[in-house]
Every structure is written in C-alpha cells, then in structure tokens.
C-alpha cells in the first residue's frame, strides 16, 4: 500500500513541489545522489573506484517531452564521459553509464524512439572513445518493447550495450533466454515502478522466486549477468549458480545502489567480486528518489523523522 502511494507520488507534480521545497529533503537525498553537478559525479566516482568498486553513471532525468530538453541530457552525457575519461576512471569500463531512453527522447509524440536511439548512438560513440560501455535502464512496462528494440539497433554497431530486465514481468524469463548470448550484458534488477498485476507479479516472494528463475537462465547462458540487488538471500543464491555454472568470477558482477548497504557493497569488493555502483547526480532528483523510499518503509521513516526534528 505505502509502496503504491509513494509510485503514484513519485508521478504527482503537486507533491514534487513539497518535496522539493522542503529544507531538509536535501540532506536525505544527499544519502542516494552524491549532487548535482558533473563535477559531483566526478568525484564520487573517484572515490569509489579507489575502494576497488566498479560504477555506472545515471544523469538523472526522465519523462523528457521536448526536444531540447532530450538533446540536452545527450549533451550532458557527452560531457560526462569527456570528464570521465580526462579523469582516468573510464578505461577498461571501470566507470561506464546508465542511460534512460525517455529522458534522451522516447517519450516524445510520432519520433520518439528514433529520436532517442540517435541520442543514444551518439552516447554509445563517446563511450567508445572512453574506452567504456553503456546500459539501458529499463523504465515501466509500456516501454520495455521499445527499449528492447533500440537495444537491438544499437548492438549492431556496439555489441556491448547492457540491457535491463525486471524479474517482477511475467515476460522476463522468455527475455532473458533471448538475451543469454555470447557478450550479452544483461542486468537483472527486481523492477521498480507500479505496475498492473495483469503484466507483473504482485507478490514480494513471487518476485524474488522470479529472479532466481532468471537468474538460472542468465548464470547458465554465454552472455554476462550483472545481478542489480541489495537481497542478501539472491546474493547468496548467485553466488552459488556461478559456481554451478562454473562461472570464473570476471564473467559476471553485482551490482547495487549508491548509498545502499555500502559495507556490504565493500565486502564483495574485497573478496575479489566485481561489484558495480549505480550513481546517479543531477538536479532530476525527484522521480529517483520516491523511488528508493518506496523500496524501504525504513527510508520513509528516516525522511519524515527529519522533517519533524528540523520543522
Ligand atoms: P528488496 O527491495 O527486496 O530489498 C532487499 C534489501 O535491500 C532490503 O531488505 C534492504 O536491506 C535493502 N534495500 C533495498 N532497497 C533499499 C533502499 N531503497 N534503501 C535502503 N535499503 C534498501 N529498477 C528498474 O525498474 N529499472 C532499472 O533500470 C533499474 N536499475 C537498477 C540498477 C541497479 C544497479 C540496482 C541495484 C537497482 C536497479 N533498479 C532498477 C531498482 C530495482 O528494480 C529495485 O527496485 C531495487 O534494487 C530494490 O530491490 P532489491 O533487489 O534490492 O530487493
């Protein structure tokens, strides 16, 4: 219930406003996104991969319906990697980036996922000459043919473009077979927006059965599993599908969210895993942030404590 309540707010414009304002919020927010500015971004990741952590770049935004607004956040990728690469952290794809397609254009009316498969190009052409990759994010069920298909263009000319799936769709163990091939980055994440039961499952354990079921398919096929979860049972479970699989620990990596269960993120760093974070920066906090309260009742609490404790 509370889950549902803060997905629908996370699409009201009259509570992002709240929120927004409220004098605290930034601090909280402080804990998920590490700033707004390129430079943020910068060092955060710096830091990270000093302590042996991989990472993967969100600028934030989505929902784009204009045009210049979508060049923009293109742009700012471009940019991003630029500083990246003139940092040294990009090499060998230590640090590559996330990229929502709907805030490179997908969203806009009749050109919409050309418009962002040539934004996304232009992204993937600068990762390149970064020397690192880029992953779809994937965004809620209306979308996912969309993506999938501007993955499938783009993999002509940048085969190592990830994709994302989302255990809690019934269609994504039918995806991951399809997309269990040699080179295939795939990440597998639980699935963060609200979605009709007639398309996903409602249930927390029939999610988590699912991600295991996919899972399988993903740690058993020639393609890399990128595991996006902070689930310390899936974490276990993976880590023994690898070894069933056989599976050397360089094909395949962890992956979690900045700011969450960072001691954890640690240890399997330090065990040898690779173990990549997803970081997001920019002033488009909002969308990302009621998302991760959603995740966590514990987060909620934490935000209205400090709201209360400062008002
Ligand atoms: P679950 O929510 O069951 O949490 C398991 C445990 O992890 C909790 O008990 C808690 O300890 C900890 N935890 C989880 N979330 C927390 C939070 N917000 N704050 C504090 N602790 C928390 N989704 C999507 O739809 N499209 C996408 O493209 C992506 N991309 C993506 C990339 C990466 C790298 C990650 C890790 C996740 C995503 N997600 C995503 C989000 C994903 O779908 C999911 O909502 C979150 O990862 C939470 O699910 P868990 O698997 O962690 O399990």
């Known amino acids: 219930m509370l889950r549902d309540a803060l997905l629908q707010m996370s699409r009201s414009s009259r509570v992002r406003d709240v929120v927004e304002r409220a004098p605290v919020t930034r601090n909280v927010v ?3 996104v590490p700033g707004a500015d390129v430079g943020d971004a910068v060092r955060a990741a710096a830091e990270l991969t000093a302590s042996h952590r991989l990472v993967t770049v969100d600028h934030l935004g989505e929902d784009t319906f204009d045009l210049a607004q979508a060049r923009a956040t293109r742009d700012a990728y471009l940019t991003l990697l630029t500083q990246m690469s003139e940092a040294g952290l990009t090499e060998g794809g230590r640090v590559e980036v996330s990229v929502k397609l709907s805030a490179v254009g997908q969203a806009l009316e009749g050109d919409g996922e050309k418009i962002a498969l040539e934004h996304a190009w ?15 994010d994937m965004e809620d069920h209306t979308t996912t043919d969309s993506t999938l298909s ?3 263009e783009l993999r002509r000319d940048y085969p190592w473009v990830g994709a994302v799936l989302q255990a ?6 039918a995806d991951c077979r399809d997309l269990a091939t040699a080179g295939s980055r795939v990440r597998l994440c639980k699935g963060a927006y609200n979605e009709p039961a007639s398309v996903a499952f409602a249930d927390k354990s029939e999610v988590d059965r699912s991600y295991v079921r996919c899972m399988k398919v993903l740690m058993d096929g020639d393609g890399y599993p990128m595991l996006a979860t902070h689930d310390p049972r899936l974490i276990d479970i993976a880590g023994a599908l690898a070894a069933r699989a056989g599976r050397a620990e360089t094909t395949y990596e962890y992956q979690m969210l900045y700011g969450i269960r960072p001691d954890e993120q640690q240890r399997l760093a330090d065990q040898g895993h690779l173990m990549r974070v997803y970081l997001p920066y920019g002033a488009d906090w909002y969308g990302y942030f009621m998302r991760r309260l959603a995740e ?13 404790t400062r008002s």
Not at 122 to 136: E, N, Y
Request: proline share 2%; with cysteine.
């Open 150 to 152: 501007v993955l499938r």
């Open 296 to 308: 966590r009742p514990a987060n909620v609490t934490f935000f209205l404590r400090s709201l209360a």
């Open 168 to 173: 809690y769709l019934h269609r994504t163990e």
């Open 122 to 136: 232009d992204i993937c052409s600068a990762a390149q000459q970064a020397g690192t990759t880029v992953t779809l």
């Open 30 to 32: 402080h804990r998920f």
